[in-house]
């Protein structure tokens, strides 16, 4: 147990990857620690029903499940499977309690050159998928990732695209989620989280909001390159204060931290560091 | 000799900086092209009024210098170092002819995680710089970096960003870099290409047009990840014709790739297949 203040504190499964689902339980006991993001594939792995049972009995909120999305496919059949799939994920959010399945919502496909094309792709594939998640208490929380990932995970690189997507949609069904490794750098953020809490009670379509920090070199394939909360360029409380000025106050923040650094380190020592580093650069 | 139209091509010297200056100067004549892209450290190296007379002499345009910038030190002896640079920078500049020094403004000095307070010292410094520039015939030309580039290089990442900086100074001082590699993904280029190229005649704030592909993925450290035209996702003949749009129509379209597969090979070799890119996906 710590004395820093962890109400809105969660820690997403992916930053202790070393840790098994339940490790993770454990040590989130241990630490003090009753919010946790959760990723499909270990889900999976451990079994999504017996996930959700150990999750519930230990006492957890699951506050997102990462990640449905790839919505870019222009062939019929690559389409199909992708909308399975992601309302497999919503079955899969629904059952975990949480109300939020995290989107990254794909690249482009192989020759094709138009970013915009394959947005409105993903507006379809959104209109097809958001009543199905609604009806099952799940939102779709589109996350814009940092531009380096444009081709090949995620057209939507801004919180501005995402919100044009969003909005299409009622902000029970469509949110947006923050995370300040993919925005920091956009001058246009603060506007656009005004925007997006503005849609609604309780930070309107801020849907989520994620800490990580930005540290260079980038690693080769960029996609390891995140930094431990405070070691990196991100000024996470001043986006912390504009997202809870927007309505999100109260709500949860998760710690996302993808780092071979962190994952060859103890579990519990990690989360202790992350812990304090949150007190010290996102509270 | 090519049938390729090379009436607006310009082969940045860093594309083939396997040669040295007398073999790019050589390559260029054989290969019949007349425009090239140069950089500060070649240039200093083979001495700037040599490299100057040699490049006159062999009939060519220098259509850009790269690079100043670097200017978002907050030190008073670090600033005025780069201010000093920078200077120097111009006078190259205009010993080698050419109108356009390219910027590549800075990132966030170690500890800073302020970047709207970066801009603003490269505003300060434009306001120093830009009537040295324009007594000697030279723009400056502020170029957007992908914003993965945004903490260590330039955190000036988009073209609306560029342009919130130009726009404080007269068309013929300040203008901005148009390069397809760093902008592709943001949707709101269209937008400011037409308000960049409103400002005046010829393209307006538009000094330069640079293409090179993105293709993942990215290699270790970023900077050497740019594809060959044509290998890569970005549509750079509609972006060719955002900028003829907005009146930039007959000015140099500059090729600047860094990477090493290019660089191993062939110079002439690399030259023609550039050339060839260049009709197929450009023009």
Known sequence: MTDVDLSRFSINQETVKQWSLPELVEGCRKAGVA????????????????????????????????????LTATGPGERAAAL????????????????????VSGGLP??????????ERIA??????????????????????????????????????????AERFPVEEVGVVVDAYHIWWDDTVEARIRQ???AGPDGGRIAAFQVADWVTPLP????????????GCVD?????????????AGRPIEVEIF????????GSEVLTEVMERYAAHVL
Chains 1, 2 share one sequence.
């Open 35 to 70: 919010r946790i993001g959760l990723w499909r594939a270990p889900v999976q792995e451990y079994g999504v029903e017996r996930a959700a049972r150990l999750v519930r009995e230990a006492g957890l909120t699951v506050t997102s499940l990462c990640r449905g999305g790839f």
């Open 84 to 103: 399975d799939d992601n309302r497999a994920a919503i079955d899969e959010a629904a059952a975990l309690a949480t109300g939020t399945l995290v989107l």
């Open 110 to 119: 192989a020759g094709d050159r138009d970013p915009h094309g394959a947005r």
């Open 124 to 165: 379809d594939a959104l209109a097809e998928l958001a009543p199905y998640a609604r009806e099952r208490g799940v939102r779709l929380a589109i996350e814009p990732l940092h531009p380096m990932f444009a081709s090949d995970r995620c057209v939507v690189s801004t919180l501005g695209q995402a919100l044009d997507l």
């Open 196 to 198: 997006a809490g503005a």
């Open 220 to 231: 080769a394939g960029v996609l390891l390159g995140r930094g431990q909360l405070g070691d």
């Open 236 to 248: 996470m409380r001043r986006l912390r204060e504009l997202v809870d000025a927007a309505g999100y």
């Open 259 to 266: 780092n071979e650094g962190l994952w060859a380190r103890d």
